[in-house]
């Protein structure tokens, strides 16, 4: 897994184009949204700025991604070669998304510490941490899912855009219009009690234990995720 997961690495800082998805656009958006905070402050709240700034790097830097990663490994044959080593199909996968999956968790880390030091810390950091790892496992899962429907890293550009905008769209949403109202189907939609989450932890105001209940909709998509890879997964290029 680990020499799997080292020469990815290697192959993303080799690829302009991914360095642009993973880590330009979601740092210029994030920035945009700290340098802006007091606007978007006023029109919501800190803890909405953070649940944006998390999808918009999980989405672009982490989803798409993986699912480019795993479409362009798969065209080349290299997940056919693979498999005919020791490591399992686990570890393979693991190894190929772990690379983006650490790079994401460190980005999300320094922007959310930069829009601490900038507007204030979070109430409760250790809600917000189970938050971000809940998140990223979710959107794993579905690129999991959506690298299964997905034929090449061109195609990844289509078949990533509803869940990429999707999240962040459900993220706005939330953060904005709260959930008093359409309460159970802002909370089921993907990224609806994470992102609910994210800001009980930023803003404070609601139990632990109250917060802590919206884990269960975000795990869930993570089983549904899953699942669907299970079911849509190819190692090979159709024919």
């Known amino acids: 897994m680990f020499p799997i997961a080292r020469g990815e690495l290697i192959q993303i800082f080799r690829n302009r184009s991914v ?18 905070h007091d606007v978007f402050s006023r ?13 918009t790097v ?4 982490l989803y798409a991604s993986a699912v480019t990663t795993l479409a362009a490994r798969r065209q080349n044959l290299f997940l056919k070669r693979l498999r005919s080593t020791a490591a399992g199909d ?18 999300v880390a320094m922007i959310l510490t930069v829009l601490g030091v900038v507007t204030g810390r979070p109430d409760n950091i250790a809600l917000l941490v189970v938050a971000v790892l809940a998140t990223v496992a979710m959107m794993v899962g579905l690129g999991l899912a959506t690298a299964g429907l997905t034929n090449s890293p061109e195609h990844a550009q289509v078949t990533t855009l509803p869940v990429s905008l999707g999240v962040i769209a459900v993220a706005s949403w939330i953060g904005i219009t709260g959930t008093e109202d359409l309460t159970l189907l802002k909370r089921l939609l993907p990224g609806g009690s994470a992102t609910e989450l994210v800001i009980n932890a930023w803003n404070g105001g609601v139990p632990v234990s109250e917060s802590l209940l919206l884990l269960a909709p975000t795990l869930a998509w993570v089983v ?6 299970f079911r849509l997964f190819r190692w090979e290029p159709r024919r």
């Open 58 to 61: 999980c989405a672009f830097g």
């Open 90 to 107: 686990a570890g393979i996968l693991t190894g190929l998304v772990l690379p983006v999956t650490a790079l994401a968790l460190v980005q």
């Open 19 to 36: 360095l642009i998805n993973s880590f330009v656009v979601p740092v210029v958006v994030s920035a945009f949204f700290i340098y802006q």
């Open 224 to 229: 549904v995720a899953v699942a669907l890879a």
């Open 43 to 55: 029109l919501a709240s800190l803890g909405y700025i953070a649940a944006v700034v998390l999808f």
